[in-house]
């Protein structure tokens, strides 16, 4: 059985690019002639003339910070989606609201590659514990999963006890979702007495896959690996048996660039990641994620050929992920709103014990009695995430505009 999902992981430089000078033009022509958003940002560009990675840096970006404005304005896609309902298999919503389409073709989402990386077969039983409700990332494993030939049981979030109990009884041998909830289920598993033994890999994603939460993961005999996917695009990069950073997918093309700019940034330096999709039903051109990286120099020891980068390294934005959930200043401002006690607030992401914790710090002027509770259940209504409140004087946080200050460390 190769180590290699296919034949595109091990091209040649040379080929990689002769296959790009070809794809890449057809893939700008088409997002300008079938999505309203392109056919104006990208009215004077010649498609035939974008055939290198140095070509596309002159377009312009695209920022997903930016898309929560655009469908508002263009229902329901911003105007960047070139295949409508119909054709279409689903619709999901991530928080902000931000709305992203599934095409009908298999593994839509790219993610069997991933998984293959992971030690994923056919055969495999897959506990997928990533969410089901409203955003795509259970959709996004199953897809991969099936196309692998693997069985999926749709476990979702929550109710530990009962995916404890089902996995006592299914014996899953492969895990998918955040690392931090595989932890959470092995603990619990503990506590019940339930034997796992069969749960020999994981693919986990959603939040950062910190290397003592790895380790914890190898000593109970469970080899994880991550992927970095976003909703929009799908899988950007994933992790390989050479633990050296992360290798991008085989369907998209990845730039770092600096910052609040469109220009690509020397190799090795930290910037945003800008992501070009050949997704037809979607197709993303210089998409800024918001996500800070940085390209690895070389290629991987494992043999795959593409360019690596280094993995999530925090964002370029306030806004920010946290157990898999985007969070954005605008909800924040949301929470403020509902409670005219708030004269400013801000929100710290920390992760003690390799755990995300939000932290919403509110100065008040007078603290009427149960506000700080009422206050977190306005956070868990509207990012759909738990908070500790803390509410501070008048005047005690700092001025410098920042609503959301992500503390967390990655080291």
């Known amino acids: 059985m190769s180590k290699f999902f296919d034949a595109l992981e091990t091209r040649t430089d040379d080929e990689r690019k002769s296959a790009l000078a070809t794809r890449l033009p057809q893939q700008i022509a088409h997002a300008r002639s079938n999505t309203a958003y392109f ?34 304005t263009r229902l329901p896609f911003g105007g960047l989606a070139a295949s409508a309902w119909g054709k279409l298999g689903r619709v999901f919503s991530s928080p902000g609201p931000i709305y992203e389409p599934e095409g009908r073709v298999a593994d839509y989402w790219r993610t069997a590659r991933a ?64 690392p931090s909830f595989l932890r959470i289920l092995l603990e619990k598993a503990d506590e019940l007495g339930v034997k796992l033994p069969l749960l020999t890999k994981a693919l986990v994603s959603g939040e950062a896959f910190l290397p003592p939460v790895r380790d914890a993961l190898l000593a109970r005999g469970i080899a994880g690996y991550q992927a970095y996917a976003t909703a929009e695009l799908g899988v950007i990069a994933y992790e390989t048996e050479a633990r050296q950073g992360l290798v991008v997918d ?71 992920k946290v157990k ?15 409670h005219p006690e708030i004269v400013r607030a801000r929100l710290v992401v920390t992760n003690p014990d390799s755990t995300d914790r939000m932290t919403l710090n509110c100065e008040v002027g007078a603290v009427a009695a149960g506000l700080d509770t009422a206050v977190a259940e306005s956070v868990r209504d509207i990012t759909k995430l738990r908070a500790d409140v803390r509410l501070v004087a008048v005047g005690s946080l700092p001025n410098d505009g920042k609503v959301i200050e992500d503390s967390r460390k990655y080291d």
């Not at 997928?128 to 991969?144: K, Q, R, V």
């Not at 700019?261 to 910037?271: I, S, Y």
């Not at 996500?291 to 280094?310: M, V, Y």
């Not at 898999?324 to 403020?336: D, L, S």
Request: hydrophobic share 45%.
């Open 39 to 72: 056919a104006e940002s990208l009215k004077n560009v010649d498609a035939a003339t974008i055939t290198s990675t140095a070509a596309l840096a002159a377009l312009p970006v695209v920022r997903k910070s930016d898309l929560i404005e655009l469908q508002k």
């Open 250 to 320: 085989e369907g998209v093309i990845v730039e770092i660039v600096r910052p609040g700019t469109g220009d690509p940034v020397a190799e090795g330096e930290v910037g945003e990641v800008v992501v070009t999709t050949f997704n037809a039903d979607y197709p993303l051109v210089r998409f800024g994620t918001g996500d800070l990286s940085a390209f690895l120099p070389g290629i991987s020891p494992c043999g795959r050929t593409n360019q690596r980068i280094k993995g999530w390294m925090g964002r370029a934005d306030q806004t920010t």
């Open 324 to 338: 898999g959930m985007f969070v954005h200043p605008e909800q924040v401002a949301a929470v403020v709103k509902r």
């Open 115 to 178: 998984l293959y990386a992971a030690g994923f077969r056919a055969g495999d039983l897959v506990h997928n514990s990533f969410s089901y409700h409203m955003t795509p990332g259970a959709w996004i494993l199953e897809a991969g999963a099936h196309a692998l030939g693997c069985t999926v049981f749709p476990a979702g979030v929550g109710q530990t006890e009962q995916q404890v109990a089902a996995m006592a009884d299914l014996r899953p041998n492969a895990y998918v979702g955040t």
